[in-house]
């Protein structure tokens, strides 16, 4: 009887983690993604981060200004 | 009594369930008091310099400005503002400036439609956004003492002015000239 409380409890356990994992899957998962993601975009989107960023930024914008 | 058992720990599942979802957001604090709520009448001043200046010293930050109260610098000239004033409320109500680097540009650029086929008036208003990050950074370079009220409010009135340029319609020829001019202003501060 004892035995099976405690298996019962570590299965709820268990659960109560997976739930909650599944619930935040997105969270969990965003570090690799946004890596992913901006190793993909890098060429189309630009590192803001500095003043000289956004000065050659604006630069490059300026080409399709007439 | 088993079966008891059984009852509570599924409960005890679905409470611990129901509250991983309420806890994936936590809600944001609203943002500080802007300069209209302290009472603080820096539109009244006749230059742009010394509202600039003012709105810097009483601690009225872009960011957190209220925009159906004030008209922003560079759409006031303009004789139809609406446009304008729309694309600083969209970008405050996106929180484009609290996302990092490319995420920002992603931003950026979705709000404004400047990606695929890049007409200019995407373009223009690209830049305006880019020019209202460099403002950002002086305003955030200001409040951490780095960069003086006078220096600041003189690198903000350049960039309000070359925002109006390219919002007037101006050729690139023009606003090259006051670009770099705050190329500059920036690397004075450097």
């Keep these: ?66 | 009594m088993k079966r008891t058992i059984i009852i509570l720990l599924m409960f005890t599942l679905l409470a611990s369930a129901v509250y991983a979802v309420g806890s994936g957001e936590i809600p944001r604090a609203s943002p500080s008091p802007t300069i209209e709520e302290k009472k603080i009448d820096c539109d009244s001043l006749s230059l742009r310099v010394d509202r600039i200046k003012c709105r810097l010293k009483y601690g009225a930050k872009e960011e957190n400005v209220d925009y159906d109260v004030r008209v922003p610098e560079a759409c006031r000239t303009l004789r139809n503002p609406t446009a304008c004033i729309a694309l600083y409320k969209n970008v405050q109500q996106n929180r484009c400036y609290e996302k990092t680097v490319t995420e920002k540009d992603r931003c950026f650029k979705t709000l404004v439609g400047f990606s695929g086929n890049k007409t200019e008036e995407s373009a223009r208003n690209y830049m305006i956004l880019l020019l209202y990050g460099i403002e950002e950074r002086i305003e955030d370079a200001n409040e951490a003492g780095t960069v003086s009220d006078d220096k600041a409010a003189e690198i903000i009135d350049l960039i309000v002015d070359i925002k109006q340029d390219i919002l007037d319609g101006k050729k690139r020829a023009d606003i090259v000239i006051k670009l770099n001019e705050l190329r500059q202003k920036l690397g004075s501060i450097k």
């Design chain 1, 1 to 66: 009887m004892k035995k099976q409380g405690i298996i019962i409890i570590v299965i709820i356990l268990i659960l109560v983690v997976a739930t909650f994992a599944f619930i935040n899957r997105d969270k969990f998962a965003a570090p690799e993604n946004q890596n992913t993601n901006n190793a993909q975009v890098s060429e189309e989107y630009k590192n803001l981060q500095t003043n000289d960023d956004y000065i050659n930024a604006i630069d490059d914008t300026l080409n399709y200004i007439s």
